[in-house]
C-alpha cells in the first residue's frame, strides 16, 4: 500500500438501500420514503444545476410533481447540454430481440463490465428501471429506429451477447434530451420550472451542515446572484475535459462537484476514467476537441492492423492474409464488441508494437468493406450516415471506400460525487445524478448505459427520494443572511484573485499543459513512477497558474476567459486527487489500468482482497492531503471473477 499521500479516515456505508431480495429493494425503498402531500410541493424549492438528459428529465418530472424548480445552465438553451453529442444508444432490457435478455442479464453485465467494482442493489435499479425509460421517452415522441413490422429497433454495443440497445440514427442523445426538454417547457409555461441558461453555478450554499443554495454567476453580464431551496440537485455533468483533450463538450467541467466538494461532499473512484477505443485520432498541436466515432459502429467495422511493424502501404494494398484482426483473434466470443477498457488497450497494445497506422503510428483501421459487401451501402448508410459525414468532414476520407482511422480518446468518468442508494451526497439536501455522481458503472462503463443511468436518475430514481428528503426536513425555514453573503464572497475573491494575477501565459495554455501531464501519467496505462512524477508536476504548474495566468478583461461583463481559469483552476485539484487514487490503487480493473498489476496476457488482473471498495475522499483543505474513507462492496448475485471476453 503506497503511504505519504493521503490520510484515512472512518469507513462509510450506503445506509438507504435496504436489505431483502435485490428485486425487491427499490420498492420497499419508495415504500419507506416519507411523502411531501401534493398540496405542500409547491411550497418546496429544489434547484437543479444542469439540463442535460439527467438534471432535464429531473426538472421536468419534478415540476409535473407540483415542486417550484430553478433551474441553472451554462449554456444559452437547455437543449444545448453536452447529452446532445450522445450518438450510439441507451441500453434496456426489453428483449424485444427474443434473444435471452432480461433484466437479470443487464444486471450481471453492468457489474461484470464494470469490473465488479460497483454497488449490486443500486446496479439492479437501474437495469429493472431501463424498461420504463423506453416506454416514457416513446410516449413523449422520440423517434426511435423502428423495424419493419413497427416495433422499436435495438443494436449492440460492447460487453454484451444480446442486442438492447435502442437507437434514433446517430443522434440519439440529441432526440431524448428533445423530449425531456419538451417535458422540462411545458412545466415551464406551467410556472413550475424557472429556468436560468447562461449562469454558471460558483458555490454551493451551507447552513447548518445543509445544502442550502446555490452562487451563481450571470455569464452575461457578470453579476454575482444568490437562490436559495431547501434541496439542491447537481446534474452538471462529467470531467474528462481535465484531460484538455477529450470526446466532450468544450464548455463541460467539475467547478459545481468541486465546489460542493470542497465543502464536504465525498468524491469516489475519482481516477476511473473511460478511454473511449474508436475516436479521430489526435492530428496535431493546434486541436482543442476530439470527435468519437460511435461504438455502434463496432456492430459492422472491423478492427484491425498490418500484421507486421511500419507498413505504410495504402489500405487496399494490404491483402487479406497480412492484416490482423487483432480483436477476433484474441477475444473469439466478443470480437470487435468487447467492452471499450479492453478494446482501448489492444489498440494501444499494437501501435506500441509498431503497427499502428497513420500520421505518427497512433491509428488503427476500422473497416467496413465486409458490412458493405454483405448489406449493400445503402444499409450501411441507413445505420450511420451521419457518422461517416462526420467522419469525411473532419478528415477529408471517405469512409465507404477506404477504412476509417481511429484511436482511444477520453470520453466519460465513472468517478464523481459519492452519492447513496438516495443519490445524496454526503452533504444532506445535495443530491447528484447522471454523469457527475458516481453511482453505477464501477471501474468501467459499458455503451449506451449512461443515457440510460442519466434518465433513470431524473425520471425516476431522484423524484422518489428528494421527497423523503424534503418531508423529513419539513421545518429548514429561510436561509440567514450570514450564510449567504459568506458564499458570496467565497466567489468574488475567487474572481477578484483570478483577474488579479496579471500574468503572461493563457488559461488555455495552462490546460493543455495539466491535460498532457494527465494523459501521459494518468491515461490510458498508469505506473507508480510515472504517478509519482504527476504529483510532482501538478502542485508545479498550479503554481505557476497562480503566479502567471493571464486573465483579461473585468469580472463586470462576458468574459470567457474568467469562466475558463475557474474552471480550470478546479482541474488543477481535480487533477491532483486522481493521481492520489490512481497511486492508491495498486490493482489494474477496467478502464483504471496499473501495468505493475496485469496477468500473463497483460489483461487486467484485479486484487478483491484489498481494493474492493469504492474510494470516497474528503477535501481537507488546500494544500493538505485528502482523506480516504472506505464503502465496502459486497457481491451477493453477481460473484467477482477475472473478466474474461474469450
Ligand atoms: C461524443 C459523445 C457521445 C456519447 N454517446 C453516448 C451514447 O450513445 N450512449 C450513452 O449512453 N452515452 C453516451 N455518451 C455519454 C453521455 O452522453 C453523457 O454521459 C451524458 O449525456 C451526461 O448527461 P448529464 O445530464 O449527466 O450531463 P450533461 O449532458 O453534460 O449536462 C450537464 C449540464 O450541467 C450544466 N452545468 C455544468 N456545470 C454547471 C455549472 N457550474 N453551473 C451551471 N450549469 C452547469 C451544463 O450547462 C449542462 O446543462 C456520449 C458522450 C460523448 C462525449
Redesign the pocket.
Known sequence: MIDGFYKSGEPIADTKAPAGPIEERWTTRKFQAKQVNPANKRKKKIII???????GSAGATLGEAGYHVQQ????DS?RR???I??????NAAKNYRNDGDSVHRLFYETVKGGDFRSRESNVHRLADISRNIIDQCVAQGVPFAREYGGLLDNRSFGGTQVSRTFYARGQ??QQLLLGAYQALMRQVDAGNVELYPR????DLIMEDGRARGVV?RDLINGEIKHYTADAVVL????YGNVYFLS???M???V??SWRAHRHGALFANPCFTQIHPTCIPVSGDHQSKLT?M?ESLRNDGRVWVPKKGGDTRRPADIPEDERDYYLERIYPSFGNLVPRDIASRAAKNVCDEGRGVGPGGLGVYLDFADAIGRLGRDKVEAKYGNLFEMYERITGENPYDTPMRIYPAV??TMGGLWVDYDLESTIPGLFVI???NFSDHGANRL??????Q?LADGYFVLPNTIGDYIARNDGLGPVGESAVTEAEERVKSQIDRLLSVDGDRSVDSFHRELGHIMWEYCGMERTEEGLRKALDLIPALRQEFWERVRVTGKGEELNQQLEKAGRVADFFELAELMVVDALHRTESCGGHFRAESQDEDGEAKRDDADFSYVAAWEWAGEGEQPILHKEALNFEYVKPTQRSYK
Open positions: 444545476i444542469g439540463t442535460g438528459l439527467a438534471g441553472f445552465c451554462f449554456q437547455p447540454a453536452h447529452s453529442a450522445a450518438q450510439g444508444g441507451i440519439t442523445g449562469h454558471e453555478m460558483l451563481v446534474a452538471s455533468g462529467g470526446t466532450n463538450a464548455g463541460s467541467n467547478t459545481a468519437l460511435s470520453h466519460y447522471g454523469e457527475a455503451g449506451a448505459s449512461a443515457l440510460m442519466g
